[in-house]
């Protein structure tokens, strides 16, 4: 049964946390081991924006050895083999409205597995949003946690002592690969707690549990709502949220992210409170972004802390002569390569391109890494050669994707640099339009 161990999902988890630290320069969990209990029966509520990878960071950032169990949706499982991978891998269907009236039925039978799950103390994950949102923003909380946690509680007389777990999982650059990203589990609900409201009216205490989870999830989750200046907040953070990281929240591994929340709440509190200032604000970044556009910078140069001259002779100097071993990796890791351009070229929607990557890398890289070896060995017949190059090859191959990123941020702070030096007045003019 999907609530008993499993070692198809100890194995993933396995292979899932190398290639997670690979994919990631950093990942930093807040709140895990004081928020989520090893003995009570819990239910993980993540805000969700980043397809695969988003269950995959929740199945990493569990420190126990509970196996996890994900509820998705249905049309994922209509391959037999991919079904028999997903509930390997303790991921159980929920049927939608489009998966066809029928199928609605079939939901019972899944809840009951999940208040099954529950009982037996294990966790549980579910998305509470019940779709995919790329944006940094809470779409509309669904009520498929309390439907399952409730009726479950009520069955024990409210006895099971379950929590709510609201995660909100925030990346620095979504699609981006070596980014940051940052976990945070927060105080969890206890759902014991309606229990006099449940016995009187169900619905209403559905609905207030969704709320509670919702007003919580609301505080973690960077939730940009005012459409209309999106793409205004995203540049806002872009140049202020290393700075403000560092001078209001240096004391906190998780910086960035509750820089980013700051931003979005003031700028939220200027729109409402004082709108004329609010609109200058935006008419400044929309000019400093017109005057970056001319020379070819971007919101995500570091504009406020210029790269030297000599810091980047030093950092061009160490790319050319560490330029063979990236050469060697790219060589050897070129058909991952070609195949993970070959998979994004099947996908139009953009959140799927980091999901897609890791899993190429993750299934790819070894396979191509085998194969290339015995080749090496049977061609050569010099068998420690063949181990070497074993060895040798993911390791080159990890350097050499590094070793293009950093790349690409030499060139883009020798960017900043030259327009520093060579319009030293439209650097001084930018600086106070980014501010915040």
């Given amino acids: 049964m999907i609530y008993r161990y499993d070692f198809r999902y100890s194995v993933a988890k396995f292979l899932v946390s190398i290639a997670l630290k690979v994919n990631f320069r950093k990942m930093v969990f807040v709140g895990r081991k004081e928020n989520v209990s090893k003995e009570r029966a819990v239910i993980f509520a993540p805000n ?33 083999w991919i079904a028999w991978m997903l509930r390997g891998m303790r991921i159980m269907p929920v049927f939608r409205m489009h998966d066809g009236k029928d199928n609605l039925n079939r939901n019972s039978e899944i809840f009951n597995n999940a208040a099954r799950i529950l009982k037996n103390n294990n966790p549980i ?21 309390p439907r399952i946690v409730l009726p479950t509680e009520a069955s024990c007389d409210f006895q099971l002592h ?9 990346y620095r650059d979504i699609s981006g690969f ?56 995203l540049h806002a953070i872009d140049w202020n949220g290393d700075r403000i990281a560092g001078e209001e929240f240096s004391d906190r591994k998780d910086g960035f992210l509750q820089a980013s929340l700051h931003i979005v709440k003031k700028l939220d509190e200027l729109f409402d409170k004082n ?88 299934i790819f890289v070894p396979i191509f890494d085998l194969i290339q ?33 950093w790349l690409r941020a030499a060139r883009r702070d020798l960017k900043v640099n030259r327009f520093v030096q060579q319009f030293p007045d439209k650097w001084q003019r930018v600086l106070p339009l980014i501010a915040i």
Avoid at 125 to 145: D, G, M, T, Y
Avoid at 197 to 205: L, S
Wanted: proline fraction near 5%.
């Fill in 125 to 145: 994950a579910i998305f509470p949003e019940a779709r995919h949102n790329p944006k940094q923003s809470l779409l509309p909380l669904q009520k498929a946690v």
């Fill in 162 to 170: 379950s929590q709510v777990v609201p995660v909100s999982i925030y």
């Fill in 373 to 405: 070896s015995l080749a090496l060995g049977i061609i050569t017949q010099e068998w420690w050669l063949a181990l070497a190059y074993f060895i040798a090859m993911p390791a080159t191959f990890y350097f050499a994707v590094n070793w293009r990123k």
């Fill in 48 to 80: 969700h924006r980043n397809a695969l990878l988003d269950a995959l960071l929740v199945v990493y950032a569990t420190y126990h050895m509970k196996q996890v169990v994900f509820l998705a949706r249905a049309d994922i499982f209509r391959q037999k």
């Fill in 178 to 233: 070596l980014s940051d990203v940052y976990i945070t589990f927060g105080t969890p609900i206890e759902v014991s707690k309606y229990k006099d409201i449940y016995n009187q009216n169900p619905v209403q205490a559905i609905n207030q549990l969704r709320q509670e989870m919702k007003t919580s999830l609301q505080s973690m989750v960077v939730n940009i709502q005012n459409d209309a200046f999106y793409g205004e907040y």
């Fill in 275 to 362: 709108r004329p200032l609010f609109d200058a604000k935006i008419a400044g970044f929309r000019e400093a972004l017109e005057m970056l556009k001319e020379h070819g910078l971007t919101t995500k140069d570091h504009l406020l802390k210029p790269s030297s001259g000599a810091n980047l002779f030093a950092r061009f100097t160490a790319l050319s002569l560490t330029a063979p071993v990236a050469l060697f990796g790219f060589l050897n890791g070129i058909f991952p390569l070609l195949i993970n351009r070959k998979l994004l070229g099947m996908f139009e929607d953009k959140q799927f391109v980091a999901s897609v990557r890791y899993a190429s890398g993750l």
